[in-house]
């Protein structure tokens, strides 16, 4: 059955065809500006540990937090908004974050979280260019529960309160004027100024808050990531780890974390290349069972460094060691087993260079005393660059 095709005219069916468009106009285009990272943290309603956190590994700007009474259907230790204090101008910026509907209306406290989207909105200073400097402080607004839901609804706002006082007669009094005039109505107007009484109020505010928030971070004391520096050597006797207190925190940390595991395999290859890894972030690979190579007159290498660091230094190839070979043993002098031998396998030499630069020579000191108070007393080891072409 042949189908009938329907006749179209051109300007009508070109009108409703569909427009192609190229990536480019399909693409979002979002301004570039300096305060993204503080408008990501009042969008998305970092609590203020968090908060401080982002803003510190992304920005160079001094972060610090200012505690203001929460308000209805708030959520209590996110940030609310975000003060900026310019410094070259005094002037301030404003990134708050408002909750719209999926419409654009603003939304009540009302409303559900998962109906509610919450956008960024800059004023004040930097509203149109949202340049910042480095010399700028950011101030996160942070809502609690404090002492001020306790006073009159005149204390808890912010800035001063302009009150009016009006002092009407009574019906009775307006009857005795039959003129028709009627006496004036006074009115007293007071300005009240409430930030002293609440600076005081968030003074005790501030620090039961600082008590509170011990209190919920008990349970991070065991956690060696997360707990303060000064329980680290608490947590490592609790398994007969002995710490070294003169380490780099993050180090300490790691080896606390990593404790049992490497009181169990102590001594052994994994053992020795973990415990390296941690102190050192050196690359090493032990090579069990692997026998130096002997000297052997008119074939070794003449070396002048009397350590490692100073072999290393010099750049001299690796030397040949004194010792008896299996095929030369005798009953006065017998063979030494191979499992009294290993090597210490560096990364190449000038990757090495590159990843340490001056301090080269003390990481290679570093693993040398990491690996020799970490081997079993009776086996020796060499240390070896890889001379592969990685």
């Keep these: 059955m042949r189908r009938r095709r329907v006749p179209v005219r051109r300007g009508a069916g070109a009108a409703n065809l569909p ?3 190229t990536a480019a106009e399909l693409s979002r285009h979002e301004p570039i500006s300096d305060l993204k990272y503080v408008e990501q943290v009042v969008s998305i309603q970092y609590p203020v540990a968090a908060a401080r956190t982002y803003l510190q590994r992304n920005m160079a700007n001094v972060v610090t937090y200012k505690l203001v009474e929460a ?9 609310r908004e975000v003060e900026i204090r310019h410094a070259n101008s005094g002037e301030r910026t404003w990134v708050r974050g408002e909750r719209v509907l999926a419409n654009g209306e603003p939304a009540s406290f009302f409303v559900p979280d998962h109906l509610v989207t919450v956008q960024a909105r800059v004023d004040g200073a930097g509203a149109k260019a949202r340049n910042l400097g480095v010399d700028d402080e950011i101030v996160l607004h942070v809502p609690v529960r404090g002492y001020l839901r306790f006073l009159p609804g005149i204390y808890q706002g912010e800035g001063p309160v302009q009150a009016r006082e009006v002092e009407r007669a009574r019906d009775t009094a307006l009857a005795r004027y039959r003129s028709g005039e009627l006496p004036e109505v006074r009115s007293i107007e007071y300005d009240l100024d409430e930030d002293p009484l609440r600076r005081t109020l968030f003074v005790f505010q501030h620090e039961m808050t600082t008590v509170t928030d011990q209190i919920d971070h008990l349970v991070d004391l065991t956690d060696p990531l997360l707990c303060d520096a000064k329980f680290l050597p608490w947590l490592a006797s609790w398994v ?6 003169g380490l780099p925190v993050h180090q300490q940390r790691e080896l606390v ?9 102590r001594g052994t290859r ?11 972030s050196a690359p090493v690979r032990v090579e069990e069972r692997t026998v130096p190579k002997g000297a052997v007159l008119g074939q070794a290498h003449l070396i002048g460094g009397a350590t490692v660091v100073q072999r290393y230094q010099r750049g001299e190839p690796a030397g040949a060691y004194l010792f008896t070979p299996p095929q030369a043993a005798t009953a006065a002098s017998p063979a030494r087993k191979p499992t009294s031998f290993f090597t210490l396998r560096l990364e190449p030499r000038d990757r090495f260079q590159n990843r340490f630069g001056e ?3 003390q990481v290679l000191r570093r693993i040398v005393n990491v690996v020799s108070a970490e081997k079993p007393s ?3 080891f060499t240390i070896r660059f890889d001379e592969r072409r990685q």
């Design 19 to 21: 427009v192609l468009r």
């Design 71 to 79: 308000r209805r259907g708030e959520q209590v230790g996110s940030v």
């Design 240 to 245: 007969g780890f002995e710490l070294d207190e």
């Design 257 to 265: 974390r990593r404790a049992i595991r490497l009181m169990r395999t």
């Design 270 to 280: 994994l053992g020795i290349e973990e415990m390296v890894r941690v102190l050192t």
């Design 359 to 361: 301090r080269a020579a």
């Design 378 to 380: 009776h086996v020796q």
